[in-house]
């Protein structure tokens, strides 16, 4: 079983170090690692009442890699420390109580040294996946144990193991090592390993090698039994099992020899405005396989050292939009010279920079679906934010577009952007905000620019847009039964702002089921003056703007 999983990995690692190439790593190359962590050991010596604890490990190893495939030699520390389970209290000899016993446990020490080849998987230039067997030998020391009481003149070794003096077993290791890293030559490994000592041998001193002495368990204490002390007398041949895991440091050279070094330099900017594109992913493809990656730096640059001259299509993308695409051909690269080539952005498009928070706050939404509508094409698509509550899109020349979110029971604010007053040549990047506020139950979200004219209750043309905002938050959660108000401020008569304001309701109810929004999921409520926003109540001298603030349309979703 355990070399059908290796095979696995090994075919596992080929496969994928297939379809990744990078520049960094396509090159000989020397790691050397440094590591500690925890070993979590088994050592099969059928010794009763005798465990063995997790402990340290401390390892070195030095590795070069033929690109993907290598060769490496590992040396390791490893420490363990019995573990007693046999009783230490209220021990009888018939009825005779022992003294409280002695526990001696001296710890065990491993040295191994290994020697192996390893299996690369290359992820990006700062990341890789390597699988390492190894084969060597081992020296196992320590590990004496032993629990004595004694009742009077009589001494009892209750539970003993003379533990291992073994100069030279047989071992074999599987290892797998993710290296991160931070610059060009210095990053972080952290991974995990299987090891095994076969053909272990316990120690042998006058004749024996382990025992104990039986003993029965009542309510109250424990009874040994001298006289059916059982004994090993030979060393036994077994295996030592042991699974671990560490992290540390690993440091990276160059293991070619000083030679013709090919390099590439790709300059990511907006040809219209002259704006460097930091942070572009930029992609060297080969008959179609993407070979080399690298991002640009502050300066919109990104470095290719050691490459191979070839003829390569230079990909790039910004935000997850691509850019125009240059090639870079075989006879161009010179030795110990850094071709230079440059990709751009689309003259025709702008960027759009958009940004999902909750009204009223700088607090951000992730996972949002945003349907962007295109007015022009009436075509639409949707993207996500991501864990920043960030989007991005690209906008044509001369085009405006309506943007909203979607998730769960928010409901979102209608922005439109538009590209039609924009140059093109001092504009790249467009920003935009959208607002999203939660519906909870019985909690009031104010439609904005819900106006009427003077003693009208009739939908305005300029009303219509905001009520479709709540058409599509409908449409999205069709669960969701909404209230839907109308008020007035203080002026003219109560009962007539209650009549004006139910009206109102009712008329902007209509307008959503004519939208397909089910009457039943729609309450018209009309309060009339009764749920002033500021002091503006009858007589008091107020502002038209203090007045049109109490003029307003909220929506709440309705409480099971």
């Not at 090919?262 to 930029?282: I, K, N, W």
């Not at 909750?358 to 996500?384: A, G, M, P, Q, Y």
């Not at 004219?453 to 709540?470: G, M, P, S, T």
């Amino acid at each position: 079983m355990r070399i059908y999983v290796l095979l696995f990995l090994l075919l596992t690692v080929q496969y994928f170090n297939s379809q990744f190439r990078n520049s960094l790593y396509d090159q000989n190359q020397i790691n050397i690692s440094l590591k500690g962590g925890a070993d979590f050991p088994s050592y099969d010596n059928q010794t009763k009442y005798i465990d063995y604890k997790p402990n340290l490990n401390l390892g070195v190893s030095a590795d070069y890699y033929f690109n993907w495939l290598g060769l490496g030699i590992d040396a390791d520390y490893l420490q363990n420390t019995p573990k007693n389970s046999y009783p230490t209290e209220n021990l009888y000899l018939g009825s005779t109580k022992l003294s409280v016993p002695t526990l001696t446990e001296n710890k065990i020490e491993r040295y191994y040294l290994g020697i192996g080849p390893n299996f690369r998987w290359i992820i990006n230039d700062n990341m890789a996946l390597a699988f390492k067997l190894r084969g060597g030998i081992s020296n196992i020391k320590g590990g004496e144990t032993s629990l004595v009481s004694n009742s009077g003149a009589s001494i009892y070794n209750l539970n003993y193991h003379n533990g291992y003096d073994e100069k030279s077993v047989f071992s074999g290791k599987g290892e797998l090592e993710y290296n991160w890293f931070f610059s060009e030559n210095i990053g972080l490994n952290v991974g995990a390993y299987y090891l095994q000592h076969f053909n272990s041998k316990d120690m042998v001193i006058s004749g024996k090698s382990a025992g104990y002495i039986p003993f029965t368990t009542t309510e109250s204490q424990n009874n040994i039994s001298p006289a059916a002390s059982e004994v090993r007398t030979t060393a036994l041949d077994h295996e030592i099992h042991s699974f671990g895991v560490f992290a540390g440091i690993t440091f990276r050279f160059s293991g070619s020899a000083s030679g013709p070094n090919y390099g590439l330099s790709v300059l990511a900017r907006d040809r219209e405005t002259g704006l460097v594109l930091p942070g572009t992913f930029v992609e060297l493809y080969k008959n179609g396989q993407r070979k080399y990656s690298a991002r640009t730096n502050a300066q919109g640059v990104a470095f290719f050292k050691k490459i191979k001259p070839e003829d390569y299509v230079i990909k790039g993308s910004l935000y997850n939009i691509d850019l125009i695409s240059v090639n870079a051909n075989k006879n161009e690269f010179v030795k110990n010279i850094t071709l230079k080539k440059e990709i751009s952005t689309d003259a025709e498009t702008f960027f759009v920079q958009g940004q999902v928070n909750i009204c009223n706050s700088k607090n951000v939404l992730r996972d949002v679906t945003v349907v962007i509508k295109n007015n022009e094409t009436e075509i639409v698509h949707e993207i996500k934010t991501n864990n920043e509550g960030k989007f991005y899109f690209k906008a044509d020349k001369n085009t405006s577009y309506n943007i909203y979110g979607k998730k769960g029971n928010y409901f979102s604010q209608t922005e439109m952007i538009t590209s039609k007053n924009l140059d093109r040549s001092n504009t790249l990047f467009i920003n935009l905000e959208v607002c999203m506020e939660e519906t909870t139950c019985g909690k009031p979200i104010n439609l904005k620019n819900i106006h009427y004219d003077l003693d009208k209750y009739d939908i305005r043309e300029d009303a219509k847009a905001e009520l479709n905002k709540l058409v599509q938050f409908m449409k999205d959660n069709p669960q969701v039964k909404v209230e839907l108000a109308s008020h007035t401020d203080s002026r003219a008569s109560d009962d007539y702002n209650q009549t004006l304001s139910q009206n109102r309701a009712s008329a902007a109810v209509e307008y959503l089921t004519a939208k397909g929004i089910s009457k039943a999921r729609l309450k018209p409520v009309g309060y009339g003056e009764t749920r002033l926003l500021n002091k503006c109540s009858n007589d008091v001298n107020c502002t038209e703007a203090q007045h049109q603030l109490n003029r307003r349309t909220e929506m709440k979703v309705i409480c099971p």
